[in-house]
């Protein structure tokens, strides 16, 4: 198995962001910076954000944490230093993401 979306993939971090706020982990606060989701760093009580994304990169100016989506991915799902899993997660999770589609929001399940 072949590494062949590894480029496109780090293009996708702003996109993972807005999914992460989707469910909670974190919170845009504007111009790209985000509430830490390594430290809570801007959150509700101080009012500030050092979490910061400029395109496939993002650091924390609050807890040095540092790196792009797949370094996210592995902290975000508590996965081992195995960057083949960090790879394998990641693609798992953005694969609608990839031709520039995106998954609809709000969609109801099934329920029979």
Known sequence: MGFEYKEELKELLPDYMELLEEQGKTENRGNDYWTCP????????NNSAAFHV???KFQCFSCDAHGDIYDLVAHME???DDW????NRTLKIMRPYL???KPKKNRE???P
Not at 38 to 45: E, L
């Open 99 to 101: 031709d520039g589609g």
């Open 38 to 45: 390594f430290c809570d760093s801007g959150n509700k009580q």
């Open 109 to 111: 399940e099934y329920v």
């Open 84 to 87: 083949k899993k960090h790879y």
């Open 78 to 80: 508590n996965l081992p």
């Open 54 to 56: 400029i395109g496939t």
